[in-house]
């Protein structure tokens, strides 16, 4: 039922070419260090909701933000260049006119990390651009949505 449910959340999303619900699910599962750009100060965000969500499901998260010094307990880093070591996801919460420079910078990561870009957020030509290269990309679909999806429901039971 949790693929049922996940592949009612692709159908929300603007980007036909997103990975399908199976390689969504074995990416949520792999991944254990994921550097947010674009990480919230402010609690009331998706910016930081999202992140704060995935922290307490026990992904390492880290914050990518020039305008802060700490969010979630943990120091920040101005800009997706100065992560030190390999993260196995980056997920993008900046407007898509920034996000194709992101998905660039991510790209040239050596460890090739997937790339996320949460809802409302699309960089067509840059997607395609690191795809070609063999690298996951989403766009335009909540990372929040997308877990929750795949989470059992209590007692066994099916989304309403």
């Given at each position: 039922m ?16 997103n990975p ?16 947010v750009?674009?990480l919230?100060?402010d609690?009331?965000?998706?910016a930081?909701r ?6 307490a ?6 914050p990518?933000n020039?305008n802060?010094?700490r969010i ?15 993260v ?5 919460f900046?407007p ?23 809802e ?7 997607a ?10 989403v ?12 989470a059992?429901r209590?007692?066994?039971r099916?989304a309403?």
């Amino acid at each position: 039922m949790p693929l049922y449910r996940l592949s009612r959340e692709l159908e929300a999303s603007s980007d036909t070419d997103n990975p399908g619900p199976e390689e969504l699910r074995d990416l949520l599962e792999r991944s254990r260090t994921i550097a947010v750009v674009g990480l919230s100060r402010d609690p009331s965000k998706a910016a930081r909701r999202v992140p704060s969500y995935l922290a307490a499901k026990g992904y390492d998260v880290i914050p990518v933000n020039p305008n802060a010094t700490r969010i979630l307990g943990k120091d920040v880093v101005d800009s997706l260049d100065q992560v030190e070591g390999p993260v196995d996801m980056v997920l993008v919460f900046r407007p898509s006119e920034e996000a194709g420079d992101v998905i660039r910078q991510a790209a040239a990561r050596p460890e090739k990390p997937a790339i996320w870009l949460q809802e409302g957020i699309r960089s067509d030509d840059a997607a395609r651009e690191a795809r070609a290269d063999g690298i996951t990309v989403v766009q335009d679909l909540c990372a929040y949505k997308v877990h929750r999806a795949l989470a059992p429901r209590p007692g066994g039971r099916p989304a309403a």
